[in-house]
Nanobody
Framework: VQLVESGGGLVQDGGSLRLSCATS????????MGWFRQVPGKEREFVAS????????NYADSVKGRFTISKDNVRNMGHLQMSSLKPEDTAAYYC??????????????????WGQGTQVTVSS
């Protein structure tokens, strides 16, 4: 299983970015996906997750209403649409996946597969 993130970059306060996660080596319709983020010196933080069938989602309170997670089981892609970005959203963002048809997990321990990360920097 391989996960490759893209779409990170530098954006101004209030701007938008769309992160993508290209997957391979798996049948995405049988995998839940998620996004975590991490700032150097701090613990990983849950951002959003989606169930295998795409029906259930979970969001961290800090991003609710601003971020939208989605997955395309045909193209084997996951996405995180980020709007109204704030400087405190600056972090490395990681795409994760787990072989489960259960709900949208929020714990990092639930996800055995992680991408390498993509940096998002929001300037004030």
């Amino acid at each position: 299983v391989q996960l490759v993130e893209s779409g990170g970059g530098l954006v101004q306060d209030g701007g938008s970015l769309r992160l993508s996660c290209a997957t391979s080596g798996l049948i995405l319709s049988s995998y839940g996906m998620g996004w975590f983020r991490q700032v150097p010196g701090k613990e990983r933080e849950f951002v959003a997750s989606i169930s295998a069938n795409g029906i259930s989602t979970n969001y961290a309170d800090s991003v609710k209403g601003r971020f939208t997670i989605s997955k395309d089981n045909v193209r084997n892609m996951g996405h995180l649409q980020m709007s109204s970005l704030k400087p405190e959203d600056t972090a490395a963002y990681y795409c994760v996946a787990r072989p489960s048809t259960l709900g949208a997990a929020t714990s990092p321990q639930a996800y055995p597969y992680w991408g390498q990360g993509t940096q998002v920097t929001v300037s004030s």
